[in-house]
């Protein structure tokens, strides 16, 4: 796999546990997370993004930073492949990471509100607020890989559900 990757979600096999303060993700019946992640990939965990630390078995994954949701058993997650060298929270204020970076596929570009927000092209882009000199909230997104219209797309250019961010970014 590349350094970017092509998918901006793919469910995994099986549940999960997790739980808030504690790094690890525990796979319930069927997890297959050696053949199913890598990493540097983002796990999305009730639609937030986390570093694929790395994987200790077919059950078990390891963040890069503590779980800060919920405690919650049996939970659906996903992959996503965003790119590999991002950590969670980024490397300090204004900085790009896992939870502000997102995949942008075709229908999602289509959209007049997620093209207000400054988005341009599909593919993986980088999306943050601020406030200008006079209070107003300003949108900043920037294309980091510029990809083809299928991507997030399968073998046969069918959009595979992404939804974190799907129609509307971000939400």
């Known amino acids: 796999m590349s350094q970017w990757g092509n998918l901006d979600s793919s469910v995994l096999t099986g549940t999960a546990n997790v739980v808030n303060g504690n790094?690890?993700?525990?796979?319930?019946?069927?997890?297959?997370?050696?053949?199913?992640?890598?990493?540097?990939?983002?796990?999305?965990?009730?639609?937030?993004?986390?570093?694929i630390e790395r994987i200790l078995a077919a059950n078990t994954i390891v963040l890069d930073v503590a779980y800060a949701g919920t405690t919650a058993n049996n939970l659906t997650i996903a992959?996503?492949?965003?790119?590999?060298?991002?950590t969670t929270n980024g490397w300090g204020a204004n900085t790009t990471d896992k939870q502000n970076t997102f995949g942008v596929d075709r229908l999602e570009i289509a959209n007049t509100l997620v093209k207000?927000?400054?988005?341009?092209?599909?593919?993986?882009?980088?999306?943050?607020?601020?406030?200008?000199?006079?209070?107003?909230?300003?949108h900043k997104a920037e294309t980091l890989v510029a990809m083809s219209k299928n991507f997030n797309a399968n073998a046969t250019y069918v959009l595979q559900v992404d939804a974190?961010?799907?129609t509307i970014l971000p939400e």
């Open 116 to 138: 207000a927000k400054g988005f341009n092209h599909t593919g993986w882009a980088t999306y943050r607020t601020y406030q200008d000199a006079h209070g107003q909230t300003r």
């Open 79 to 86: 992959v996503q492949q965003s790119p590999k060298d991002l």
């Open 164 to 166: 974190n961010d799907d």
């Open 23 to 51: 790094a690890y993700v525990v796979g319930r019946s069927g997890a297959t997370y050696t053949t199913e992640a890598e990493t540097g990939y983002a796990l999305l965990i009730a639609n937030v993004a986390y570093r």
